[in-house]
């Protein structure tokens, strides 16, 4: 712990994407700031969210390749895997990334880095009061960064099962024979996906008619195709009712009497923000009603001072717009006109293949009274996905017809989170969606048939 004062400019509790680095800003602006992070350097993302995910990933993607080699005329065979080494690699890279990050503001000269749980305790004159380890430091300017974390359903018996989330699962040096997820959207899909290619039988559990429930119903489903495909149980409208320990393993049962035996369970099935346990009610901050901070364009809360960036402000629960909450929040204090106002929703799920997903759904724009024309495209149809091999998925544009823009997009199928950038910036820039027709593209890549798609507009019958 390192407190080079007890009074600050200020304050910064949550140590995750967008507290840090703002602190950084701030500080290089002259400021005196504290940083309190409650565990690890690097918050969800670095730790057990975004980075250590996609090296596991990175894994079982090299496991599918040589399993699937053949048609290629690539053959390997007796391919295993040792889950074990996976995850050693793993750690080898967020331990250097978290290292290195964790160790400049640990041994910072100005800026107070401080490893303890934090909070609010109420106002002393102009500025707050944070409590922490029996302290007290004050500042007249507090930004919440505290992140979010998994629940689990509301499920009979669950308690006492020793059920995995996504943190423990990360760790695991064997892959269980049967793991039961439950949960099908985002998470639940890439890590049963990931836990499938590393040798379990698994069954992923969604109570919904779809997975991945945020997206328009086909393309969910088509991503739920190829991962049956793959081989994974995916089953919707299932709504558990009971969970038990069988022996080593645990039972699952359904509400019409059906039972479902794993040696593992994953819960995939919600997140929470971590604004309980801040003392937000001390100095009046008000959340709604699912727990998140409310804020206005520039994350300033209902206490004047305070700011709520990252994923407990319900305003994007991903590692690039809890980022970009900071930049904003920098530009904002210095006097620049910038605000989240514009920001147009831009994410990836990192199946494999990926979806890469911009702006509204198809069932969004018309709920919006959108005059919408649409195309879809199969990938089959784009001659790299042919020539790679991987031929799932669709792309799909939403275009407002009265306006000529694109509002919304998705590219579920090869390198489809990298397509979506190109779509993502001619959002950006408020371009014309005709500019698609006309734009120059390398062949053979996926890109290249955006013109194509985009010729292939038609007026929305749905």
């Known amino acids: 712990m390192t407190l080079h004062h007890t009074q600050f400019d200020t304050i910064v509790i949550g140590g995750g994407q967008a507290g840090p680095s703002l602190a950084a800003t701030l500080d290089a602006r002259g400021e005196r700031v504290a940083v309190f992070q409650d565990g690890p350097f690097g918050g969800t993302c670095l730790n057990d969210g975004c980075r250590p995910t996609k090296a596991l990933r990175a894994s079982a993607h090299a496991a599918h390749v040589a399993r699937t080699g053949a048609p290629y005329g690539v053959h390997v065979d007796g391919v295993t895997v040792d889950v074990g080494e996976a995850v050693a690699r793993k750690d080898a890279l967020i331990d250097g990334w978290r290292s290195s990050s964790g160790a400049f503001f640990e041994d910072h000269e100005t800026i107070s880095y401080v490893t303890a749980r934090a909070r609010l305790s109420g106002r002393d004159g102009n500025d707050y009061r944070v409590e922490f380890d029996g302290q007290v430091v004050t500042a007249p300017r507090i930004v919440l960064n505290p992140g979010a974390r998994s629940v689990p359903p509301r499920i009979e018996g669950l308690a006492r099962i020793d059920y995995l989330d996504h943190h423990t699962l990360l760790d695991l040096t064997e892959a269980p024979e049967r793991l039961l997820v439950i949960g099908g959207s985002y998470i639940g899909l890439e890590m049963g996906q990931i836990w499938s290619r590393f040798g379990s039988h698994v069954t992923i559990l969604q ?76 100095v009046g901050v008000d959340t709604d009603g699912r727990g998140y901070v409310v804020t206005d364009e520039h994350f300033l809360t209902s206490a004047p001072g305070i700011y709520a960036l990252g994923d407990v402000n319900g305003r994007g629960a991903f590692t690039h717009t809890s980022y970009q909450d900071h930049e904003i929040l920098a530009e904002h204090l210095a006097g620049e006109d910038r605000s989240v106002a514009g920001r147009i929703p831009t994410y990836a799920v990192f199946t494999d293949p990926p979806l890469g997903r911009v702006g509204m759904t198809l069932a969004q724009a018309r709920d919006a009274g959108v005059n919408v024309s649409v195309a879809d495209y199969p990938m089959a149809g784009v001659a790299r996905a042919a020539l790679d091999g991987v031929t799932a998925g669709t792309i799909r544009l939403v275009v407002d017809a009265d306006r000529d823009r694109l509002v919304g997009a998705a590219v579920l199928g090869h390198h489809g989170d990298e397509v979506i950038h190109a779509l993502s910036m001619l959002m950006h820039l408020d371009g014309p969606a005709s500019a698609l027709h006309t734009w120059l593209t390398i062949h053979p890549t996926v890109a290249e048939l955006l013109p194509t798609v985009y010729g292939a507009l038609a007026p929305d019958e749905g």
Request: no cysteine.
């Open 207 to 282: 109570s919904g008619d779809h997975v991945m429930p945020r997206e328009d119903p086909d393309i969910a489903d088509a991503a739920a195709d190829f991962l049956r495909e793959e081989g994974l149980e995916v089953r919707t409208g299932v709504r558990i009712v009971r969970a038990e320990r069988n022996g080593e393993g645990v039972v699952l049962t359904l509400a019409d009497g059906e039972t479902i035996a794993g040696d593992r369970v994953l819960i995939a099935a919600g997140r929470i923000p971590n604004s309980d346990e801040l003392g937000l009610d001390t």
